[in-house]
């Protein structure tokens, strides 16, 4: 059997940490930790929920959803139906929470393809070093269209680098006229 290298994860004791600025920071953590954890609550369950905090310095913080006014009337009555100002807001506020969520999703797919296209230059690049004329007649019609835009982007590059060398090599050299 081979033996742990490392002793891997471990339970640490509860109790105060002494050291301010570790304190401070693990405060942050956690507080950003247990905000993720409501928000995920939140869009699972479509629950109303409230959080109040105090930093270690005092500062306060606080995370409600939907709103503050609805958090609160819950907590006071959870029987009570809400008034038809608070389910407008609490819907206008769950509407665009779902809306962040799905530009998230968006974003998430766009950085995702671009870290494919990324892989996809680099591959070519390391194809381009290595005797790029003959794999270039291995590409489809897609990459090719995709290696023309990144040679056409290198032009660029290297253009507007060589202009403002000739621009820091004119505004260098000194004027006897």
Not at 141 to 153: K, Q, R, T, Y
Request: charged share 25%.
């Amino acid at each position: 059997m081979v033996s742990k290298k490392t002793k891997g994860r471990q339970k640490i004791a509860i109790k105060k940490i002494e050291n301010k600025d570790d304190r401070f920071a693990t405060f942050s953590k956690r507080r950003t930790g247990l905000y993720k954890k409501a928000s995920n609550l939140v869009s699972q369950c479509d629950a109303d929920i409230g959080i109040v905090l105090s930093s270690p310095a005092g500062k306060p913080f606080s995370f409600f959803h939907p709103t503050i006014d609805v958090v609160i009337a819950r907590f006071q009555n959870p029987d009570m139906q809400l008034s038809e100002i608070n389910r407008l807001v609490a819907a206008y506020a769950r509407n665009k929470v779902n809306y962040l969520n799905s530009r998230l999703e968006e974003f998430d797919t766009r950085e995702d393809a671009a870290t494919v296209q990324t892989r996809f230059y680099d591959q070519m690049s390391k194809t381009r070093q290595s005797d790029w004329w003959e794999s270039i007649e291995q590409l489809n019609a897609c990459e090719m269209i995709m290696f023309e835009a990144w040679l056409d982007n290198a032009m660029f590059n290297l253009n507007n680098h060589l202009n403002q060398l000739e621009i820091g090599a004119s505004s260098s050299s000194p004027n006897y006229f």
